[in-house]
Structures are given as structure tokens and as C-alpha cells.
């Protein structure tokens, strides 16, 4: 699903993302690249306010919630739920 939201691929199933990847990626990299996408994936899905703070907390925390909220994570929900609305604002202010 993320490497769709990606733009990487276009396919409706694991295997034809699988499959287009190794179209483009170098079958070297292929392992290495999906434990870290499949990790963040979940991390983000599954520990939402822990994802939502090491984003604020990175060098590039704008980039970082831009991101994720492509993949699917409503930040502005999860900043409310932990009180960091003004931390957010101030996050995406400071990409500009």
C-alpha cells in the first residue's frame, strides 16, 4: 500500500508490488527496503503517538508529517489527542 501512495508502483496486490519493484529496484536492495518500509508502515499504524512524535522531534519534521500523512496517519487528530497542536503548527511553519 505505501509504495502505491509512493507513486512506486501501481498494483492491487503484494505480489505485483513485489514484482514491480525488482522491475526498477536492484534485487540487492529489495530486502532492505521492504523491512524498512514494512517497519515504518506498521509503527505508524500501530503506535500512532509514538510515530507522531519522533516526527516533530526530527530534523525535518515537516517532511516527516507530510509523509505520514500520505500514508494514511491523521496528524492533527493525534496532536490533539496529546495536546501538540501548537507543536504541529510550528512544524509545518518551519518548512517554509
Known amino acids: 500500500r505505501i509504495f502505491n501512495v509512493l507513486q512506486w508502483v501501481d498494483s492491487k496486490t503484494p505480489e505485483k ?3 514491480q519493484l525488482e522491475g526498477w529496484l536492484p534485487r540487492e536492495k529489495w530486502g532492505e527496503v521492504n523491512y524498512l518500509w ?3 508502515g506498521q509503527e505508524v499504524q500501530q ?3 509514538k510515530s507522531f ?10 517532511e516527516a508529517i507530510q509523509l505520514m500523512t500520505l500514508i494514511g496517519l491523521d496528524c ?7 495536546g501538540l497542536e501548537l507543536e504541529l503548527k510550528r512544524a509545518m511553519e518551519s518548512n517554509f
Open 76 to 82: 492533527e487528530k493525534v496532536a490533539v489527542k496529546l
Open 53 to 62: 512524535r519522533k516526527a516533530l522531534a526530527c530534523t525535518r519534521p515537516a
Open 17 to 19: 508490488t513485489r514484482q
Open 47 to 49: 503506535q500512532k503517538e
Open 38 to 40: 514494512v517497519g515504518f
